[in-house]
């Protein structure tokens, strides 16, 4: 890398507006999955396994990514207690759709944590789970504990790989970020192949 690159990363690693940044793509991800909260992820934890970064600079990624990422559950959270938990009240008051609202309120009570955990590493549907748990109701102190150990699990799991993709490109940071979102882009496609794949014996 040329020196002015290397000084860009300085700066740009060493900015707090970069951490301030990182939590507001994360928590809009978690409401609206549009915004690439796993790629600003692997993007900063790159640049902090680079020659500019330091273990610092990662758990201050993990951090921004976290408590992004847990603002973000919980907005859509009470969005599904909110707007959607009134449209499943009147959703109840016939036969078909009382059963139906029960069955996934039983579901959610019995798995909803779970859930949670292993829905936040795909896009969409982790949305779905977190609007869904609001809307049947569950307990706002459990969804909170559950959501800390997802946001942290999900936080540190993908700034952990791209920093170790800085590390092995070290003197090279946009070596390493490419082949830390194409590792990002292999896992997320594989995530959904696996989960679509679990699902497919439902509607056989």
Same mark, same amino acid.
């Given at each position: 890398?040329?020196?002015?690159?290397?000084?860009?990363?300085?700066?740009?690693?060493?900015?707090?507006?970069?951490?301030?940044?990182?939590?507001?793509?994360?928590?809009?991800?978690?409401?609206?999955?549009?915004?690439? +909260?796993?790629? !600003? =992820?692997? $993007?900063?934890?790159?640049?902090? &396994?680079?020659?500019?970064?330091?273990?610092?600079?990662? *758990? @201050?990624?993990?951090?921004?990514?976290?408590?992004?990422?847990?603002?973000?559950?919980?907005?859509?959270?009470?969005?599904?207690?909110?707007?959607?938990?009134?449209?499943?009240?009147?959703?109840?008051?016939?036969?078909?759709?009382?059963?139906?609202?029960?069955?996934?309120?039983?579901?959610?009570?019995?798995? +909803?944590?779970? !859930? =949670?955990? $292993?829905?936040?590493?795909?896009? &969409?549907?982790?949305?779905?789970?977190?609007?869904?748990? *609001? @809307?049947?109701?569950?307990?706002?102190?459990?969804?909170?504990?559950?959501?800390?150990?997802?946001?942290?699990?999900?936080?540190?799991?993908?700034?952990?790989?791209?920093?170790?993709?800085?590390?092995?490109?070290?003197?090279?940071?946009?070596?390493?970020?490419?082949?830390?979102?194409?590792?990002?882009?292999?896992?997320?496609? !594989?995530?959904?192949?696996?989960?679509?794949?679990?699902?497919?014996?439902?509607?056989?």
């Amino acid at each position: 890398m040329t020196p002015d690159l290397l000084g860009l990363v300085a700066g740009l690693v060493s900015s707090p507006w970069l951490y301030l940044a990182l939590f507001a793509v994360t928590t809009v991800d978690g409401f609206l999955p549009v915004a690439p +909260g796993e790629a !600003a =992820l692997v $993007v900063v934890a790159v640049f902090a &396994g680079s020659e500019q970064g330091s273990p610092a600079v990662l *758990g @201050a990624a993990v951090l921004s990514g976290m408590f992004g990422a847990l603002a973000g559950d919980h907005v859509a959270y009470w969005i599904g207690r909110g707007a959607i938990g009134r449209y499943g009240e009147r959703l109840r008051r016939g036969e078909r759709g009382r059963a139906l609202h029960d069955r996934v309120e039983d579901l959610i009570a019995r798995r +909803g944590g779970q !859930a =949670l955990l $292993v829905s936040r590493y795909v896009p &969409g549907v982790r949305t779905a789970t977190t609007v869904c748990m *609001g @809307a049947t109701r569950f307990p706002p102190g459990r969804f909170a504990l559950f959501d800390v150990a997802a946001g942290l699990i999900w936080a540190g799991g993908w700034s952990l790989l791209g920093y170790l993709g800085g590390t092995v490109f070290a003197d090279d940071p946009l070596t390493g970020l490419a082949v830390g979102l194409a590792a990002a882009l292999v896992l997320a496609l !594989a995530s959904e192949a696996y989960r679509r794949r679990r699902r497919a014996p439902e509607h056989r």
